[in-house]
């Protein structure tokens, strides 16, 4: 919750520089793991941080979700929890509909389970190597 006050407060700033007319749009990241090495917020406390995000009406669009299926695991079990708390996320914001879910590698099923914005980056441009080595 304290990034959406950090989001809040430089979109205010920007706009009070002439660099930005209008509310910025926002993706909540949904942990599908739990993982916390991963980020994201856990799926039953999504509602609570889209309600934060809706408090900053006019600074903050609340679009929707977004995700990223667990490494070397079936990523449909992911899809389909990210589908559902889509779901109950809409029934309080009903402005939130995007749901960025998808790689190149499971953007099928992605798209099977209502994602609207995919990435297909290594199906473009190949695989390539991690910017920063991973944590074990």
Do not use: K, W
């Not at 700033?13 to 991963?38: C, I, T, W």
């Not at 992911?78 to 779901?87: D, K, W």
Request: charge should be negative; hydrophobic fraction near 40%; include cysteine.
């Amino acid at each position: 919750r304290r990034l959406v006050g950090a989001l809040a407060g430089a979109v205010r700033a920007a706009r009070e520089a002439g660099e930005r007319n209008g509310p910025m749009d926002v993706l909540l990241q949904a942990s599908l793991d739990g993982d916390p090495a991963r980020g994201g917020c856990p799926v039953d406390e999504l509602g609570r941080l889209a309600d934060a995000v809706a408090r900053e009406s006019g600074v903050l669009h609340l679009r929707g979700l977004m995700a990223v299926a667990p490494l070397g695991a079936d990523p449909e079990p992911a899809f389909a929890r990210l589908a559902g708390a889509a779901e109950v996320l809409r029934r309080d914001h009903p402005q939130a509909t995007e749901i960025s879910a998808g790689m190149t590698g499971d953007l099928e099923q992605a798209i099977g389970y209502g994602s609207t914005c995919v990435r297909v980056g290594t199906a473009l441009l190949g695989g390539r190597g991690l910017a920063s080595p991973q944590h074990g």
